[in-house]
């Protein structure tokens, strides 16, 4: 079973630093892009980050640009999203999710075919 399981979220004050993690499984790891997006309740959903675990290729949002960083462990077929000095407009659910490798834009959602369910970042004024 396909399975992608966000860990990490938290609540922080501004200007503080969390770290997330994706943990994937039940599909072929190297084969997708994994990318993180957040979603706030009645706000359309938004694409932060995204890499490619074959290639190595990244890319962000403009909005964390300078802030967060997306790496990979592809031994442990996981993902992790570094989130430094961190805003109160970044509270939201975060999501991982997997692109296959003939998926479109990174920051559209409806190309990607498996998620998670979520973890809930809280950032403090």
């Known amino acids: 079973e396909v399975q992608l399981v966000e860990s990490g979220g938290g609540l922080v004050q501004a200007g503080g630093s969390l770290r997330l993690s994706c943990a994937a499984s039940?599909?072929?790891?190297?084969?997708?892009?994994i990318g993180w997006f957040r979603q706030v309740p009645g706000k359309e959903r938004e694409g932060v980050s995204c890499?490619?675990?074959?290639?190595?290729?990244?890319y962000y949002a403009d909005s964390v640009k300078g802030r967060f960083t997306i790496s990979s462990d592809n031994a442990k077929n996981t993902v992790y999203l570094q989130m430094n000095s961190l805003k109160p407009e970044d509270t939201a659910v975060y999501l991982c999710?997997?692109?296959?490798?003939?998926?479109?834009?990174?920051?559209?959602?409806?190309?990607?075919?498996?998620w998670g369910q979520g973890t809930q970042v809280t950032v403090s004024s």
């Open positions: 999710a997997a692109l296959p490798p003939w998926g479109g834009r990174w920051y559209d959602g409806d190309e990607y075919d498996y």
């Open positions: 039940g599909f072929t790891f190297d084969d997708y892009a």
């Open positions: 890499i490619s675990t074959s290639d190595g290729s990244i």
